[in-house]
T-cell receptor, first 116, second 111 residues
Framework: EPEVTQTPSHQVTQMGQEVILRCVPI?????FYWYRQILGQKVEFLVSFYNNEISEKSEIFDDQFSVERPDGSNFTLKIRSTKLEDSAMYFC??????????????FGPGTRLTVL | GEDVEQSLFLSVREGDSSVINCTYT??????LYWYKQEPGAGLQLLTYIFSNMDMKQDQRLTVLLNKKDKHLSLRIADTQTGDSAIYFCAEGKTSYDKVIFGPGTSLSVIP
């Protein structure tokens, strides 16, 4: 069964450094998302992306964050200057879009980001 | 605003049925999901129901939707120790909209 993959599974970085989290969505999917889950808290929406542009972003997704689909298969989340509070599990998701089952979002296994 | 609430903990004996309840506030939600998260793992889509349905059954899983009360439940029949995990209720307005998650219910299955 096709699945969303994410790399790395765990990233440790120093505060102020840039990180890029990578995702490979399911191949025929058109809608892409990033969510994050701070330890012990709810899964929170960050951003959605369709047709090479951001569709919606949350207030968490400030100027330090950016997303890109550089080559038609990867979908990346960049954090320019990491803060301690960026430590979280970051989930990528994708959806085919459309009606019914085609609209369900499938999540990757997550990247655990630790900012020291 | 959009909000999803669940009880945080549930403990059941192996072989019993588990019922996890959820309430949501957005009556325009079309998709209602249940995701499972095992320790240290990602979010696994367990099942989903559309807002025009009352019930959906998938093997040991039964989802009930009361749209009037905005109440969703997940019943797991014959609960096994492997079902121990956090179960997230979630809603989405459309097929491409963001998914709003509840806080998750931690299910513990006692052998």
């Amino acid at each position: 069964e096709p699945e969303v993959t994410q790399t790395p599974s765990h990233q440790v970085t120093q505060m102020g450094q840039e990180v890029i989290l990578r995702c490979v969505p399911i191949s025929n999917h058109l809608y892409f998302y990033w969510y994050r889950q701070i330890l012990g808290q709810k899964v929170e929406f960050l951003v959605s992306f369709y047709n090479n542009e951001i569709s919606e972003k949350s207030e968490i997704f400030d100027d330090q964050f950016s997303v890109e689909r550089p080559d038609g298969s990867n979908f990346t989340l960049k954090i320019r200057s990491t803060k301690l509070e960026d430590s979280a599990m970051y989930f990528c998701a994708s959806s085919e879009g459309g009606l019914g089952a085609r609209g369900t979002q499938y999540f990757g296994p997550g990247t655990r980001l630790t900012v020291l | 605003g959009e909000d999803v609430e669940q009880s945080l903990f549930l403990s059941v004996r192996e072989g019993d049925s588990s019922v996890i309840n959820c309430t949501y506030t957005d009556s325009s939600s079309t998709y209602l999901y249940w995701y499972k998260q095992e320790p240290g793992a990602g979010l696994q889509l367990l099942t989903y129901i559309f807002s025009n349905m009352d019930m959906k059954q998938d093997q040991r899983l039964t989802v009930l939707l009361n749209k009037k009360d905005k109440h969703l439940s997940l019943r797991i029949a014959d609960t096994q120790t492997g079902d121990s995990a956090i179960y997230f209720c979630a809603e989405g307005k459309t097929s491409y909209d963001k998914v709003i998650f509840g806080p998750g219910t931690s299910l513990s299955v006692i052998p």
